[in-house]
């Protein structure tokens, strides 16, 4: 394998060329819906509760069965990858994630979309580790922070414009269109990355880890049911202590396997890398700090007063702050300026925060939107610079698995921030005067944890050495 020559920071970026635009086009369209699937059914809920005729606390798991299926897909894929390429696998995730969006349409119970959602899932956690490693192999180190912002913008969106959507089908066609909205969309990234997907074998001689998946994929999911568990909850009760205590002790000795096996499903090996471990690091405080601020902040609106559809469109300028940063700091990443873009996003980030603190005293859209729109660019500035640095010192075979690793991060530090953020939340109503006191001391809970980041963002390399 040929390698690139490291370029020096401070020096011209290598453009994106037309192939990598493309390639980059090809997988931002396929991991869209995926991200918007995550949280788009959330308002419909109570309407599909009507229409079947079941409780809450069934057609939740049509959330709950989504989330599930999701994180226990991902330790595979670097797997897959691996074995049989990209490109195949690419294909089969896209083509299930657009198959169970069409049986999800069709569903004629409760149980039968629960299940179908369940299949949907599986698809979608393999779209986004498998459609970063594609578009990592394909740009190189030098264009990679230009790619990661591109890539990163629907995993920015998603979770925010999910509601808008979700509330505008729901309310003006049907619920099933929240499905049925997949289906061109599939098809067509179907239909481009067969002519633009380059075929790449896969090694071939991978053999699937059986115990290792047998450890990760059930212990994640085990896990991240006791936070969720705990999270809707707000109580620490024997059922969560259960199932987090499983998943831990699942994680645990898939820990220990992988330390000792020779090609482990998931190589913890990769966090001796300096540059990984604290990309890695980094990656897992920020998404915990914005999935678990996704829960705080529609909350936090509903109880104002808004509606469903002005929640959601009151969440917009998070999105736009995120977009705007990944615009303008890609070039910067490539030209090794990764780490200060992280920290001045770690800035942005908790000073928006801090503006949420003082809901209970000011809650003027003056102060709230540019708060929310910081937050944003926070978000943005983290992205890309640290995708960067996690791949800049690792052989080009090391990025399926180590992609694996990052979303295992993200999805573990979403899941239990999200828990705390909610027990924090639910002490507070009981002992504040107030919602927004109540809301105002829980939102120091994400600032917190934001500054955290700044830790392992400071031993990031100040310029990556490429590979």
Not at 28 to 49: C, E, F, P, Q
Not at 413 to 419: K, L, N, Q, R
Request: glycine share 12%; proline share 5%.
């Amino acid at each position: 394998m040929t390698q690139t020559p490291t370029r020096p920071a401070g020096s011209a970026a290598e453009p994106l060329d037309r192939a990598a635009r493309t390639v980059i086009v090809v997988v931002v369209l396929g991991m869209i819906t995926t991200v918007l699937d995550a949280t788009i059914v959330s308002v419909a809920l109570d309407r599909l509760a009507d229409g079947f005729g079941v409780g809450l606390t069934t057609v939740q798991w049509v959330m709950t069965g989504f989330l599930l299926a999701f994180t226990a897909a991902i330790p595979v894929t670097g797997w897959a990858v691996d074995r049989f390429g990209s490109r195949p696998v690419w294909l089969a995730a896209v083509g299930l994630f657009t198959a169970g969006s069409l049986l999800c349409g069709l569903a004629w119970s409760a149980e039968s979309l629960i299940a179908f959602r369940v299949l949907q899932g599986i698809g979608a956690g393999m779209v986004s580790p498998v459609g970063v490693t594609i578009v990592a192999q394909a740009v190189g180190q030098h264009r990679m922070g230009r790619a990661m912002a591109v890539v990163g913008i629907p995993m920015m969106l998603g979770p925010i414009l999910g509601p808008v959507v979700g509330g505008v089908l729901v309310d003006t066609v049907d619920w099933r269109w929240i499905f049925f909205l997949n289906l061109p969309i599939g098809a067509a990234c179907l239909v481009l990355s067969r002519r633009v997907l380059v075929r790449e074998p896969g090694r071939g001689r991978a053999r699937l880890d059986l115990l290792g998946l047998s450890l990760l994929s059930p212990g994640l999911a085990a896990l991240v049911y006791g936070v969720t568990s705990l999270a809707g909850d707000g109580e620490l009760g024997t059922d969560v202590l259960l199932w987090c205590g499983t998943g831990l002790t699942l994680l645990g000795a898939f820990v220990a396997h992988a330390l000792r096996a020779q090609e482990p499903l998931v190589d913890l090996r990769l966090l001796k890398q300096r540059g990984f471990a604290t990309a890695a690091s980094v990656q897992l405080l920020a998404v915990g700090v914005l999935t678990g601020a996704m829960f705080l902040l529609p909350l936090y609106l509903l109880a104002r007063g808004e509606s469903e559809l002005a929640t959601g469109l009151l969440l917009v300028p998070q999105g736009v702050g995120a977009a705007a940063a990944m615009a303008a700091t890609g070039r910067l990443v490539d030209r090794g300026r990764g780490r200060a873009v992280v920290i001045g996003g770690i800035v942005a980030m908790v000073t928006g925060f801090l503006g949420y603190t003082r809901v209970a005293d000011v809650s003027s859209p003056a102060v709230l939107v540019p708060a929310l729109f910081l937050i944003g660019v926070g978000a943005g500035c983290i992205f890309a610079p640290t995708s960067a640095a996690a791949y800049a010192a690792l052989e080009r075979s090391a990025i399926p698995r180590a992609t694996t690793t990052l979303s295992i991060a993200q999805r573990t530090g979403g899941a239990v921030a999200t828990a705390v953020f909610a027990v924090v939340l639910q002490n507070r109503l009981t002992s504040a005067p107030d919602p927004a006191s109540a809301f105002g001391g829980s939102f120091w809970w994400p600032l917190a944890l934001a500054a955290l980041a700044v830790v392992p963002a400071l031993l990031l390399p100040a310029k990556e050495t490429h590979r």
